[in-house]
T-cell receptor
Framework: EAQVTQNPRYLITVTGKKLTVTCSQN?????MSWYRQDPGLGLRQIYY???????DKGDVPEGYKVSRKEKRNFPLILESPSPNQTSLYFC??????????FGPGTRLTVL | SQQGEEDPQALSIQEGENATMNCSYK?????LQWYRQNSGRGLVHLIL?????REKHSGRLRVTLDTSKKSSSLLITASRAADTASYFC????????????FGAGTRLAVHP
């Protein structure tokens, strides 16, 4: 089954404790992206990757890191999480110029 | 930055009625997409309309695009309670590379 998976689905952590949210897709998509969703703001792009070893900042990259060592994986790293990073996070993937497949989301709470 | 703005922010209708949602955007686009999100879950792609298209249909969905006004509308005909969800437009900007910019969404409630 074609899908984008994210782990964990729910996470409660404390300020400053490094965490990684994994994202994996099984569709051989070149393009992957991370979004955060906050009430009233829609989805905002954090980082995206056009292919292996090619990443770039989206609209709200501060406080986040990503890597793309393999085509299928695109982890999101929060080196020192802060409460303003409490949000719902989505990973997505696609071929160029085609609709994006979204993962189920990761709900992160930073205390 | 937000490119698209949906209107209305919330819409409440009865089953069987039609629901119309509008989206406005600011820059030139390659295409405009509509996505649906059930509460707190991932987004599901509904329909994509390219900048050289004016209207597109998919089942009970009808999307129009007016590039001169930088606006689009999504019409859901004969709505069902299962259509209750949030609907987002997203623009893939000209010169971009699948970089979607989403609006804040329209929350649709369809009552039995």
């Amino acid at each position: 089954e074609a899908q984008v998976t994210q782990n964990p689905r729910y996470l409660i952590t404390v300020t400053g404790k490094k965490l990684t949210v994994t994202c994996s897709q099984n569709m051989n998509h070149e393009y992957m992206s991370w979004y955060r969703q906050d009430p009233g703001l829609g989805l905002r792009q954090i980082y995206y990757s056009m292919n292996v070893e090619v990443t770039d900042k989206g609209d709200v990259p501060e406080g986040y890191k990503v890597s793309r060592k393999e085509k299928r994986n695109f982890p999101l790293i929060l080196e020192s999480p802060s409460p303003n990073q409490t949000s719902l996070y989505f990973c997505a993937s696609s071929f160029p110029g085609t609709p994006q497949f979204f993962g189920p989301g990761t709900r992160l709470t930073v205390l | 930055s937000q490119q698209g703005e949906e209107d209305p922010q919330a819409l409440s209708i009865q089953e069987g009625e039609n629901a119309t949602m509008n989206c406005s955007y600011k820059t030139s686009i390659n295409n405009l997409q509509w996505y649906r999100q059930n509460s707190g879950r991932g987004l599901v792609h509904l329909i994509l309309i390219r900048s050289n298209e004016r209207e597109k249909h998919s089942g009970r969905l009808r999307v129009t695009l007016d590039t001169s006004k930088k606006s689009s509308s999504l019409l859901i005909t004969a709505s069902r309670a299962a259509d209750t969800a949030s609907y987002f437009c997203a623009t893939d900007s000209e010169g971009g590379y699948n970089k979607l910019i989403f609006g804040a969404g329209t929350r649709l409630a369809v009552h039995p």
